[in-house]
């Protein structure tokens, strides 16, 4: 070994007197967070410590798509296919905050809702929320989180967003209490949910026979013990349940109750003129998620909302739906200055964020990755995740020649899927 050289963690010879810090990037460094950068770099990484990590079922459960899962394909191949032309000759230091809605957050992504979150990792929305108070990102907590809004609220206070399917009996009476809830608890911006009408049919988890409650099968115990770390968080945690809508069902009813009254009485959107009627019973700022058409978005900024999530859900419920990065320039071009946009589905990397932003977001959010942290390394996952697209994002702007994203959302960009009306 030469003078000067070291060795890492891999056996490769490192000299340090020609590799520089800075040609390491995100990775360099000492402590617990630089092992990590080292061992699960990417998203790839993660999903792949994920898989073996956790039982068959809970990760076929957050990775799976609807039908064949075409649209979560789509929303990859298209993200892949969005270039950003890149412009030099000048140097800054990359400053990746970001202000949504009069607050200002470190970076422009945050923790999408998933339901039942708490399947892929028990204990997932509370560990979700502390992270993200952690790393100042907004927190979109769900309706059919594991853990309740007044819980996130407290774990999360500076960063607590609230994402709200209909309840829509006795004229929306649950919903508007769900709101009166969130506007108690200080949750920040309500998101509601338009993308998902109906259930739609996830062939994994049919055939692995996920249902809520969760019921053990003996595949499903063996899967459970062959994954030691989560067969802890369930008892460390206790099952996944719904204590949002707990309250709602009758005391004394039990998990299957409460199950039942969600099949029942949840409905995955709203009309028109349910969201007039929220805009004008929330006070803050309101948001609809799962807008795809140019004129929705205009409709949604005709009631007075405050910002549009482009976002066909992951994938995960029409798999005829055209990848959200296609449908986002146009939809960035209607809205202009009078609403925030923002972005989801099928984001993997920093570079996804840039790509994301230089197309019109203001914002963008993902879930799978966040959740992929906690299977592969449970409480630290999220932060990791965090720092990981972060540092990602700060190589994205550099190489692009913007050193903040207001710069980057006047990037020159290839994307020749573009929807064009």
């Not at 204590?243 to 028109?272: C, H, L």
Request: proline share 5%; glycine share 10%; charged share 20%.
């Amino acid at each position: 070994m030469s003078a000067g050289a070291d060795m890492d963690s891999a056996g490769i010879e490192l000299d340090q007197s020609t590799v520089s810090a800075q040609a390491w990037g995100a990775g360099s460094g000492t402590g617990r967070a630089a092992k990590l950068k080292q061992r699960l770099p990417t998203f790839s990484f993660l999903e792949k410590a994920a898989r073996r990590r956790i039982p068959g079922f809970a990760f076929d459960f957050v990775d799976g798509g609807t039908g064949e899962h075409l649209a979560a394909a789509c929303n990859r191949n298209a993200l892949d296919a969005v270039q950003i032309i890149p412009r030099y000759g000048a140097s800054a230091v990359v400053n990746t905050e970001i202000e949504l809605f009069g607050r200002r957050y470190a970076s422009p992504i945050g923790i999408a809702p998933v339901g039942v979150d708490g399947l892929v990792w028990p204990g997932a929305t509370q560990l979700l929320a502390k992270a993200a108070q952690r790393a100042r990102i907004p927190y979109i907590t769900g309706t059919l989180a594991s853990g309740s809004l007044e819980e996130v609220a407290r774990l999360c206070p500076d960063n607590v967003w609230l994402q709200l399917y209909g309840l829509p009996r006795d004229e929306h009476r649950v919903t508007f209490d769900l709101i009166r809830r969130a506007e108690d608890c200080g949750v920040h911006v309500l998101v509601a949910t338009l993308d998902a009408p109906v259930r739609a049919k996830r062939p994994r988890d049919l055939h692995n026979g996920l249902i809520v409650p969760f019921r053990m099968t003996p595949r499903t115990v063996w899967q459970v013990a062959m994954s030691r770390h989560w067969a802890q968080a369930l008892l460390k945690n206790g099952a996944p349940g719904f204590p949002n809508i707990e309250r709602y069902v009758g005391g004394g009813s039990g998990m299957a109750a409460t199950a039942g009254f969600v099949q029942r009485e949840i409905k995955g959107t709203f009309d028109w003129e349910t969201l007039a009627r929220m805009r004008d019973a929330w006070p803050r700022a309101l948001v609809v998620k799962g807008v795809l058409h140019p004129d929705d978005a205009e409709r949604a900024i005709s009631l007075g909302i405050d910002g549009v999530l482009v976002s066909n859900h992951g994938g995960r419920q029409s798999e005829a739906a055209p990848p959200s990065i296609d449908m986002l320039p146009s939809i960035a071009r209607v809205v202009g200055a009078r609403a925030t946009v923002l972005f989801d589905s099928g984001i993997r990397s920093g570079l996804d964020i840039a790509r994301a932003m230089a197309l019109g977001a203001h914002g963008t959010f993902c879930g799978r990755a966040f959740l992929y942290g906690l299977a592969a390394l449970g409480s630290e996952g999220p932060d990791h995740v965090a720092q990981l697209l972060d540092d990602e994002l700060r190589t994205a702007l550099a190489q692009n020649g913007a050193y903040n994203c207001a710069q980057l959302r006047s990037a020159a960009v290839r994307h020749p899927a573009a929807w064009q009306a």
